[in-house]
């Protein structure tokens, strides 16, 4: 009884915030749920979570086991995180993605001072700064940049593709700087997914909830594998891990520098690809939900395609900047 007070006490309000503010990440492309959870210090206890899902977990959970399995799982902490992540994507489905398409540009250039604001105390986490170190770092930075210049496939309604896509997907949970639903926009599957859940939470269907049931059960097959994988990495190789992650999330910065035009965009309508040019660029203004951008051109705010809020933006970039310190005081103290 003296153990779940003194859980409960440790693992407070703070943490359903914390899950809170993953959810709200994940639904946002090219912001990870992984950052998040780094910087408010809840990273390792995470991924321990998470790695002790296993044949143990199954059978206390076939066998009612309950008591067993909220200790093995360490409840406290994940009932409190799973409550705020619930309520976090809540408020990013419906919210957040609001911001974002009316005011992409703001919202891109908070992210942006938050995340660039988290990688030197990232590396500050490093136990023994070597110079072999660069290397893990560079390997970071070059995998997310080429991760998050890859044009978006076509998705699919697939079983067998909504599971592997949702597999590798959630890695952006575990994965500083690796973007859930960047890796959904990839896949094909943002358009699908988001408004899915959407459409569920508002009125449940059989169909939409097929489409979840397997796209969850993908993110908790991925969870279980990847977990265990960064949990031998930590251990292993601590201060070759982070380096990895510092550069993952430095070129992760590629995908939301706030001012991008629109190369290349898919007309729903006729499905067939189309390069944006001046005659057709004020239809895609016009008729942003008939269009899906497939590629961009990152450029400066006097050459973007339309009003680029640039005192919002740069009010909103230090903001970010400025927060990323009291997050992170806040989720060590």
């Known amino acids: 009884m003296e153990e779940n007070i003194s859980a ?6 703070s943490v359903i915030l914390k899950g809170m503010a993953m959810g709200i990440a994940e639904v946002i492309p090219g912001v990870s749920g992984g950052t998040i959870a780094f910087i408010t210090g809840i990273y390792e206890t995470l991924i321990n979570c998470i790695k002790s899902v296993d044949q143990h977990t199954i059978k ?3 066998t009612f086991k309950f008591q067993s399995l909220w200790v093995n799982l360490n409840g406290p902490f994940l009932s409190r995180l799973l409550m705020g992540m619930v309520v976090g994507i809540g408020l990013g489905v419906f919210g957040v993605s609001h911001v974002l398409e009316k005011y992409p540009e703001v919202l891109w250039a908070f992210f942006f001072g938050l995340i660039l604001a988290s990688v030197p105390l990232m590396v500050g986490q490093i136990r023994d700064k070597r110079g072999s170190l660069l290397v893990p770092f560079l390997i970071g930075v070059f995998v997310a940049f080429g991760i998050t210049s890859i044009s978006p496939m076509n998705g699919s309604t697939n079983f067998f593709y909504l599971f592997f896509a949702g597999a590798i997907a959630i890695s952006a949970l575990i994965l500083p700087g690796i973007s859930g639903s960047f890796m959904l926009l990839i896949f094909g599957l943002y358009t699908l997914i988001i408004p899915t859940l959407k ?4 009125s449940p269907s059989i169909e939409a909830f097929i489409i979840l049931a397997i796209f969850g059960t993908g993110c908790l097959f991925g969870l279980v594998f990847f977990s265990r994988i960064i949990s031998k990495a930590f251990s292993e190789f601590h201060d070759g891990t982070i380096a ?3 550069g993952f999330m430095l070129g992760s910065l590629n995908k939301i520098w706030p001012w991008r035009n629109p ?6 309508e006729s499905n067939t690809s189309l390069d944006i040019s001046a005659q057709n660029i004020q239809n895609l203004m016009l008729n942003p939900d008939n269009f899906k951008i497939l590629s961009e051109q990152k450029v400066l705010p006097s050459d973007y395609y ?3 809020y640039v005192l919002l933006s740069i009010i909103a970039f230090f903001a970010g900047l400025g927060l990323i310190g009291v997050v992170w005081k806040w989720g060590r103290g």
């Open 8 to 13: 409960s006490k440790k693992y407070g309000f």
């Open 60 to 62: 206390d959970l076939t």
């Open 199 to 202: 459409s569920f939470l508002s």
């Open 244 to 246: 990895l992650m510092c």
């Open 263 to 268: 190369l290349i965009a898919l007309d729903k």
């Open 306 to 308: 339309t009003e680029p």
